[in-house]
């Protein structure tokens, strides 16, 4: 397994941007699809961007296309997530995420998480 921190998180107005990094440690990051979740209050974890082991292919959720990239830095052992034109909506606690599969939105088939950082939009 990889061990995943994130940071990066705060406190913005609506229309801000942030960006998230996600540092990992493990010589085989590199081979991991990587992914970012995200989980607000009273709700499920959900989904928000991925990117597969070489950064050739990303897919988003269709609440953030359009606003969010995710990015890989293979020899920083980073991925990160900027977040633009961020709304209310978008305040949550945002996850990083490894995956041995290929690219996939499914909670169960990341294997490794990070203890989140929190994002937080005023309006």
């Known amino acids: 397994q990889v061990q995943l921190v994130e940071s990066g998180g705060g406190l913005v107005q609506a229309g801000d941007s942030l960006r998230l990094s996600c540092a990992a440690s493990g010589r085989t990051f590199s081979s991991y699809t990587m992914g970012w979740f995200r989980q607000a209050p009273g709700k499920e974890r959900e989904f928000v961007a991925e990117?597969?082991?070489?950064?050739?292919?990303?897919y988003y959720a269709d609440s953030v296309k359009g606003r969010f990239t995710i990015s890989r830095d293979n020899a920083k052992n980073t991925v990160y997530l900027q977040m633009n034109s961020l709304k209310p909506e978008d305040t949550a606690v945002y996850y990083c995420?490894?995956?041995?599969?290929?690219?996939?939105?499914?909670?169960?088939?990341?294997?490794?998480w990070g203890q989140g950082t929190q994002v937080t939009v005023s309006s």
């Open positions: 995420a490894a995956s041995v599969l290929g690219l996939t939105t499914m909670r169960a088939d990341f294997g490794s």
């Open positions: 990117i597969s082991w070489k950064g050739g292919k990303t």
